[in-house]
């Protein structure tokens, strides 16, 4: 996990939340390094990893203006990192998946196959189910999977408890995953999602 900036973090993050590109010039070099091999140690792949370091810098820098409910920047950048390079890997294996498929195809001149087809409509099952949820569970789960906020970040932003927070997203997980089993098993819908869903 990345180290400890060399300055005051409040007051770089607020330089950075106000526009200052040196100040952010200073956390990319501080945890540029660091962030690339937690990043790598995931993906195995030093492209995959390179885009993903490029993506999640860009992503704090065009929406600098949280940075100033965080309280924890380590944190932070730990969890949408994690999140940033989950995502990734799971684009890569739905993408190796129908290359296979589509080679497959061609090979034997037949219709894409059930078993790409199956794993498709596992995947629309996961974004139907996030949507059947309530609406104050969902918006939990989506800032805690999605947006990469911590509990307390969460809890602050729509003024409740952690431990609601943490209620919230546990009981969103056990709807997701009841949600899909109900409709076919739960086998190939933890292939497709790995521990993204987690």
Same mark, same amino acid.
């Given at each position: 996990m990345?180290?400890?900036?060399?300055?005051?973090?409040?007051d770089?993050?607020l330089?950075?939340a &106000?526009g200052?590109?040196a100040?952010f010039?200073?956390?990319f070099? &501080?945890y540029?390094?660091d962030?690339?091999?937690?990043?790598?140690?995931?993906t195995?792949?030093?492209?995959?990893?390179?885009?993903?370091?490029?993506?999640v810098f860009?992503?704090i820098?065009m929406?600098r =203006?949280a940075?100033?409910g !965080?309280?924890? %920047?380590?944190?932070?950048?730990?969890?949408?990192?994690?999140?940033?390079a989950?995502s990734?890997?799971?684009k890569?294996i739905?993408?190796?998946? +129908?290359?296979?498929?589509?080679?497959?195809t061609?090979?034997?001149?037949?219709?894409p196959?059930? =078993?790409? +087809?199956e794993?498709e409509f #596992?995947l629309?099952l !996961?974004d139907q189910?996030?949507?059947a949820?309530?609406?104050q569970? +969902?918006?939990? #789960?989506?800032?805690?999977?999605?947006?990469?906020?911590t509990y307390?970040e !969460?809890a602050?932003?729509l003024g409740?408890?952690?431990?609601t927070v943490?209620a919230h997203? &546990? &009981?969103?997980?056990?709807?997701?995953?009841g %949600?899909v089993?109900?409709?076919?098993?739960?086998s190939?819908?933890?292939?497709?999602?790995?521990?993204?869903?987690?």
């Amino acid at each position: 996990m990345p180290g400890s900036l060399p300055h005051n973090e409040t007051d770089l993050l607020l330089r950075v939340a &106000q526009g200052d590109q040196a100040a952010f010039a200073l956390i990319f070099e &501080q945890y540029n390094h660091d962030l690339g091999n937690y990043i790598y140690a995931i993906t195995k792949s030093t492209g995959l990893t390179e885009e993903i370091v490029q993506n999640v810098f860009l992503k704090i820098w065009m929406g600098r =203006e949280a940075l100033l409910g !965080i309280k924890s %920047f380590k944190a932070y950048l730990f969890v949408i990192s994690r999140n940033a390079a989950i995502s990734s890997l799971r684009k890569e294996i739905r993408d190796h998946i +129908k290359k296979n498929e589509w080679a497959k195809t061609a090979h034997e001149s037949t219709a894409p196959g059930e =078993e790409w +087809k199956e794993k498709e409509f #596992y995947l629309s099952l !996961i974004d139907q189910a996030i949507e059947a949820l309530p609406p104050q569970r +969902k918006k939990v #789960y989506l800032l805690s999977r999605q947006d990469g906020l911590t509990y307390e970040e !969460i809890a602050k932003r729509l003024g409740i408890s952690k431990l609601t927070v943490r209620a919230h997203v &546990q &009981q969103a997980v056990v709807s997701i995953t009841g %949600f899909v089993k109900e409709r076919g098993g739960l086998s190939l819908f933890l292939l497709c999602l790995g521990d993204s869903l987690f």
